[in-house]
């Protein structure tokens, strides 16, 4: 049994510590990956190597907070299989986070093969250290699963997320309030998975056994806010960005000295500045009705086709035409 009386507070603070750095590395090697031009192959398996070892110490300060005692031979074994697995799930969260861009299909297999390893690494860790002592409860292994689900797939929609942005201090801020949000969640994962495979036992928790999993479910709904919040931010910035640029451009279009029309793929008039409401002679109201054909000059109708055939096919061209008023 799991006793949550003799929890060694210090080693537990320095399993979130380490969470939080663990996901802080993890956003800084995706960001700088994707923003690299070169083979990132050496750098992604020193990355993966540092930040899978990060994620077991988390793991391991877990082991030491919940002060079990553990067989050396057990410990040993733990030690490789555990190590690695955090290695290898690391490089994979790098891999998936520096496409930028998941189709549907790969966006959930990478979600659910991120949780598998998590569970995969984390029971297995259970097993080993605790296969004296196992008391599977499957509705809280249920649960313990649900839960990891919800944290895999916000971490990785925000690590997309992030991994589009520029650097700058807008996007670091929103880096370090990632990081916290992912660590504190991921941290209590070893926990469930211990108190759903081994039982828990505490003199105040006896009949609120679920309060750990409360406390997780708290930090994963966090950890789910964090993307919304930062694609609303987004959105925010694109939109003023996106006005400025259209008011620079409407500002181009109407005081421009030249006569100026934007026509669609039918040839008809969609914006005219005054200029060209004083070189055709018409108002904006009644150009806005028209195609440009009736101020071509007859001779140069059929040229004047050929180029906008060859405008609408994506080819840029400049010539000279006679208008008519």
């Not at 496409?99 to 259970?126: E, H, N, P």
């Not at 036992?201 to 479910?217: C, T």
């Not at 070189?279 to 009644?286: D, H, S």
């Amino acid at each position: 049994m799991v006793s949550l009386d003799n929890l060694q507070y210090f080693y537990a603070l320095l399993g979130i510590i380490f969470s939080i750095i663990n996901c802080s590395l993890l956003l800084r090697s995706v960001r700088k990956s994707s923003n690299s031009k070169g083979n990132t192959s050496d750098h992604l398996l020193r990355d993966a190597s540092i930040i899978g070892i990060t994620f077991f110490l988390t793991n391991l300060f877990v082991v030491l907070a919940l002060n079990a005692k553990v067989d050396a031979v057990d410990f040993f074994f733990y030690f490789l299989y555990f190590l690695f697995s955090c290695i290898g799930g690391s490089f994979l969260a790098i891999k998936m986070g520096i496409k930028k861009q998941l189709g549907t299909g790969l966006y959930l297999l990478a979600g659910f093969m991120i949780t598998s390893i998590i569970l995969l690494a984390d029971y297995s860790a259970v097993f080993i250290l605790f296969h004296h002592d196992l008391h599977l409860n499957l509705p809280l292994v249920l649960m313990t699963g649900l839960i990891t689900l919800g944290i895999s797939f916000s971490s990785l929609r925000f690590l997309l997320q992030l991994s589009k942005e520029p650097e700058n201090s807008s996007s670091r801020r929103w880096e370090l309030i990632g990081s916290l949000a992912a660590g504190l969640a991921l941290s209590g994962i070893p926990y469930l998975t211990a108190i759903s495979a081994v039982g828990i036992q505490s003199g105040y928790f006896n009949e609120l056994f679920l309060f750990p999993y409360a406390v997780e479910i708290l930090a994963m709904t966090t950890l789910a806010i964090v993307p919304d919040l930062f694609g609303e931010y987004r959105n925010t910035v694109n939109e003023t960005r996106l006005e400025k640029s259209e008011q620079h451009f409407s500002s181009l279009f109407d005081s421009n000295p030249d006569s100026v029309f934007s026509i669609n793929l039918e040839g008809r008039f969609i914006s005219v500045n005054k200029m060209a409401e004083k070189l055709t002679g018409y108002t904006e109201a009644e150009l806005l009705q028209m195609t440009f054909i009736p101020l071509i000059f007859e001779k140069d109708i059929s040229k004047t086709l050929d180029y906008f055939l060859q405008a609408k096919e994506g080819i840029p061209s400049e010539f000279e035409v006679t208008m008519q008023r």
